[in-house]
């Protein structure tokens, strides 16, 4: 079963960048579509962006021009560049397959914007 890890998150004023990396293991990570998620608590989880095992990429609209995916086929990583983070980007953030696999979530990454 492909397992996922996410890490990167922490506390970052608004304005600022993070970058998250999810591990992912198994041997057929370059044939998977990816995506990362995030959830606030009372709320659904929500696909944030996705990239396919082609490279493309697809981003929800309140994060389109600030957060790039990107995969590493090399390092069965995928990675989320956010920049001029928010207050409302603030969640846990978890990667999946798009679609995602229910039973396999990880623990996710917190990300908090504050000041």
């Known amino acids: 079963q492909v397992q996922f890890v996410e890490s990167g998150g922490g506390l970052v004023q608004p304005g600022g960048s993070l970058r998250l990396s999810c591990a992912v293991s198994?041997?057929?990570?370059?044939?998977?579509?990816m995506a990362w998620y995030r959830q606030v608590p009372g709320n659904q989880r929500e696909l944030v962006a996705g990239i396919t095992n082609g490279g493309s990429t697809m981003y929800t609209d309140s994060v389109k021009g600030r957060f790039t995916i990107s995969r590493d086929n090399a390092k069965n990583t995928v990675n989320l560049q956010m920049n001029s983070l928010k207050p409302e980007d603030t969640a846990v953030y978890y990667c999946n397959i798009n679609p995602p696999n229910i039973r396999a979530w990880g623990q996710g990454t917190q990300v908090t914007v504050s000041s």
């Open positions: 198994g041997s057929i990570f370059r044939i998977l579509n």
